[in-house]
């Protein structure tokens, strides 16, 4: 998936070092580990529901497949980004919930 292997890269050129760790930033690394080694699976990368129109039959077209996938990652990038934030906030609920999201909506294999 190419939406993949451009999120792997954005997670290696940021990094999650920082001079101050955050309640949830060994699990946030940990996941962007265990994102990056996906990176040459091919089932790996952001999910997102089914559709009404999937569920009635509706064949997909190659570009809504196209806009599913950058819906799908745009959406796993912000719950990702919104864990580091409250992360960094010092907020440990905050960034558990949005680190559980983040993992729900992202497959490994």
Request: charged share 20%; hydrophobic share 40%.
């Amino acid at each position: 998936m190419k939406a993949t292997a451009t999120f792997v890269v954005a997670v290696l050129l940021l990094g999650t070092a920082s001079a101050h760790a955050g309640p949830c930033s060994n699990a946030i690394e940990q996941f962007e580990q265990a994102v990056r080694q996906s990176a040459k699976s091919p089932g790996a990368g952001p999910t997102a529901s089914q559709t009404v129109g999937a569920q009635t039959g509706r064949q997909p077209t190659p570009d809504s497949v196209k806009r599913a996938e950058e819906s799908a990652q745009a959406t796993f990038e912000a719950a990702l980004a919104r864990a580091k934030s409250l992360d960094a906030q010092g907020d440990q609920s905050g960034c558990s919930g949005a680190l559980r999201e983040a993992e729900q909506m992202y497959r490994l294999r």
